[in-house]
């Protein structure tokens, strides 16, 4: 299968990324290459684009998608929280800009067997990084119900998060959970039928919470924000697209701290903690896709595009 991924809000992402064509971008979250190529359109000579994806088969593929713009690209397979370290090896030491889209890939969920998705039956991986050894069947078979439990209410909001748990643990008493469709039956029969009738597919939050937990992902975005921010040169700008709420608050969070990192009380009349404002929040409120966008692609509908200037 052709890797094949639309891009989320590509058109609010590049304006507010406001590229310079000389200057050095990097997409975090390379994926099929959609972002990074309109960043590398925008370039001359002397731009540059670090792209960074943990995945191969992106990798392969925005490789290729970017091919034309030679020595303008370079293309490295890691996690976006070592970006840093990334851009040491590479020599440079600050950027113009900074993009992270969060969404799992159309390409990883359509294909079956990375095992992210529920709606078909596939080996039980959900592994972003396919070098890693744990897959998203060791968690559902070797978590306790409490850590289940706990994992699929924070990391899946699911109010059904108890039930669905100890319907886990009890199903893999008589045999191990190897396939998505598995876990996904399990998962449907802890969810009462007048809700299983009305709502969406009810793996749904359970696999996001599996998946979210075994590639550390909200642990990855909280570690990475500050850092990114460091390196963006002064106005230099960090555009992030989340899918879920949990993704979007660390954002919220972390940027207003950098914009605003005083510690000190309300009531002293100057500051004494000495701590400066990184930058400012360009977005007060989130940037969201058009109606005419979540149309032409539904997995566009929960995308949220928040942005930091550096000073």
Known sequence: MAFEHKSVLLEETIENLAVKPSGIYVDGTLGGGGHAFEVCRRLDGSGRLIGIDQDADA???????????????????????????????????????????????????????????????????????QRGSRTAADIVNTCSEMELYRMIRDYGEDRFAKNIAKHIVKRRQEKPFETTGELAAAIEAAIPARVRATGGHPAKRTFQAVRIELNHELEVLEESIDGMIDLLNPGGRLCIITFHSLEDRIVKTRFRINENPCTCPPEFPVCMCGKKSKGRVITRKPIAPTEEETEENRRAKSSKLRVFERL
């Open 59 to 129: 990798i392969r593929a925005a490789t290729e998608r970017l091919s034309e713009f030679g020595s303008r690209v370079t293309v490295v397979r890691d996690n976006y929280v070592n970006t840093a370290q990334v851009l040491k090896n590479l020599g440079i030491d600050k950027v113009d800009g900074i993009c992270l889209d969060l969404g799992v890939s159309s390409y990883q969920l359509d294909t079956a067997e990375r095992g992210f998705s529920y709606r078909e039956d596939a080996p039980l991986d959900m592994r972003m990084d």
